[in-house]
């Protein structure tokens, strides 16, 4: 069983920056895939950024691209998501998500919730305007 502890969220002004970090407790974790999603208040989860267990591969939603970096420490267990330019649609609770890949996959990364089998308790993130 995969634990995942995300912290660094807060509130922060529009423009500004935070960087969110997703722990986890699985020695194996550098097998694993690791995706951000987030979650406002009505509104179902949705994808954010996701990066596979050897780093090479990366993917973002639209809405952040070329504001927010995904980034993986193998070695400290730890999966990372710097946000710069924050805007007030921003707004969510953080998600870190982990899965084993399919035939460990070193590519591998998943869009949809469904891909991911573990989950954090996720981390507020509040963008004042």
């Known amino acids: 069983q995969v634990q995942l502890v995300e912290s660094g969220g807060g509130l922060v002004q529009a423009g500004g920056s935070l960087r969110l970090s997703c722990a986890a407790s699985?020695?194996?974790?550098?097998?694993?895939?690791m995706a951000w999603f987030r979650q406002a208040p009505g509104k179902e989860r949705e994808f954010v950024a996701a990066?596979?267990?050897?780093?090479?591969?990366?993917n973002y939603a639209d809405s952040v691209k070329g504001r927010f970096t995904i980034s993986r420490d193998n070695a400290k267990n730890t999966v990372d998501l710097q946000m710069n330019s924050l805007k007030a649609e921003d707004t969510a609770v953080y998600y870190c998500?982990?899965?084993?890949?399919?035939?460990?996959?070193?590519?591998?990364?998943?869009?949809?919730?469904?891909?991911?089998?573990?989950w954090g308790q996720g981390t507020q993130v509040t963008v004042s305007s």
């Open positions: 998500g982990a899965r084993q890949p399919p035939n460990g996959n070193m590519y591998y990364i998943g869009l949809r919730t469904d891909d991911y089998e573990y």
């Open positions: 990066i596979s267990w050897s780093a090479t591969n990366t």
């Open positions: 699985e020695r194996t974790f550098s097998r694993y895939a």
